[in-house]
């Protein structure tokens, strides 16, 4: 029973005694065993760094006073020893290997029989078990993919570059630790939706590829929903974003640049950690009216066939509201989950149609849309022109929801106005 984690250890009597604890967690091979040759049967866990390759030895029954295991999930605990007063606090560890490796301890600490498992023999260490893992890995050529041999295990940081991949390796979304993740200047036609073994992923670089869509469901993924912060996905050929692209909560950057992308997701504005945009070189014509409720650092448009002249018809007259209006404006507002399971196409498709009013609300077909000139300084620190002439300003697509946003825009409409 072995486990490969950072271990820190921490003596409980230091503090009573005014001194500070200097360990820092080192990368280390955890085994519970028997010592060679020792016939008493007791079992220890050992402990193995590069720096002690013979390893610290703790008896285990009647010698473990508590395991604090809240953050299993996150491949991280800690073992509280009685003798001596040390808390062993584990963390970068594989969470699977991390739950079995403690319930073997648990066993072991209660002094049960523990036949049925497989235990270490108690030996110094090798080096290669101790030494520090790799943590970044740069391929740039097909003659350094691994083929016959895995990628390191404890990767943080991969790119794979030039080297013609048509779809993402499975083993890649099994490196658990990785952070950041590039795929750049490859033919990746179609993205895994199945990103739960990467929890950790943070930056994904998907540029140069052959994308030609991105599925809604590889954005309703939870992990990325959760960690991702920035995305990459320019000189593609997608020709539309899927509106659950608004849901990864945590995007700072978005690049979607020298795409064919006629719109931008009508929900953007969800997008409320976003701070660097830029979609150069797309067939975008008019911004969508959510734009407004972003707070950006940059933004970069330049390149897009921007309409010029804005000619506004408004009907007098708002569209009668149909009972399927009703229900997808408020399953858009309580943010109710559906799949594509629950609901049929083309109501999925309906709800995917979502736009923003200018007063907050969701509204879909039963709407009025008009233009406006939008100034990019508005919505961000830095702006670039969006052609040559320098221009700053462009147009906007805005929706009404309401009888009473028709009337209060076409009394001020040069107002803003939000919830
Ligand atoms: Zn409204």
Avoid at 108 to 123: E, F, H, M, W, Y
Avoid at 177 to 196: A, G, K
Avoid at 350 to 363: E, H, I, K
Wanted: net charge positive; hydrophobic share 35%.
């Amino acid at each position: 029973m072995r486990l490969a984690c950072n271990v820190e250890v921490l003596n409980r009597m230091l503090p009573t005694m005014n001194i500070k604890n200097k360990s820092k967690a080192a990368h280390t091979q955890l085994s519970i065993g028997k010592k060679p040759g020792s016939e008493d049967g007791n079992l220890f866990l050992m402990m193995c760094t590069a720096k002690d390759r013979n390893g610290a030895k703790f008896m285990i029954k009647d010698n473990i006073e508590q395991v604090f295991a809240r953050f299993i999930s996150e491949g991280k605990a800690t073992i509280r020893v009685k003798e001596p007063p040390q808390d062993i606090t584990i963390s970068k560890a594989d969470s699977l290997q991390l739950k079995n490796f403690l319930s073997v301890l648990k066993i072991g600490a209660q002094g049960k029989s523990l036949d049925n498992v497989t235990l270490s023999r108690l030996a110094p260490a090798s080096s290669k078990n101790v030494e520090k893992p790799k943590t970044r890995l740069i391929i740039n050529s097909r003659k350094e993919y691994p083929l016959t041999t895995n990628f390191p295990s404890r990767l943080e940081f991969l790119q794979v570059s030039q080297c013609r991949l048509k779809k993402v390796d499975s083993r890649i979304l099994k490196l658990y630790q990785l952070t950041e993740l590039n795929l750049s200047d490859n033919v990746l036609e179609i993205l895994p939706e199945e990103f739960s073994n990467v929890p950790n992923l943070s930056s994904l670089t998907l540029a140069q590829n052959n994308l030609k869509a991105i599925s809604p469901k590889f954005c309703m993924q939870s992990t990325l929903q959760n960690n991702l912060r920035f995305l990459d996905i320019g000189n593609n050929q997608l020709e539309i974003l899927p509106l659950q692209i608004c849901e990864l909560n945590c995007l700072v950057t978005l690049k979607i640049d020298n795409n064919q992308l006629k719109c931008l997701p009508p929900t953007i504005g969800r997008l409320k950690c976003l701070k660097f945009f830029s979609a150069t070189g797309n067939q975008i014509e008019t911004l969508p009216a959510s734009m407004t409720q972003l707070a950006l650092e940059t933004i970069d448009l330049y390149g897009n066939p921007f309409q010029q002249d804005i000619q506004n018809n408004l009907p007098d007259r708002f569209p009668d509201i149909t009972l399927m209006e009703c229900c997808a404006r408020s399953i858009r507002k309580h943010r109710v989950r559906y799949t594509e399971e629950d609901l049929h196409t083309h109501l999925c498709r309906y709800l995917d149609s979502a736009r923003l009013c200018w007063c907050g609300g969701y509204c879909f077909r039963c709407s009025v849309n008009f233009t406006t000139n939008l100034s990019l300084s508005r919505i961000a620190h830095t702006v670039s022109a969006v052609d040559q002439l320098g221009r700053t300003e462009v147009p906007m697509m805005s929706f009404l929801c309401s009888p009473k946003c028709l009337t209060r825009f076409q009394k001020n409409p040069y107002a803003y106005w939000k919830k």
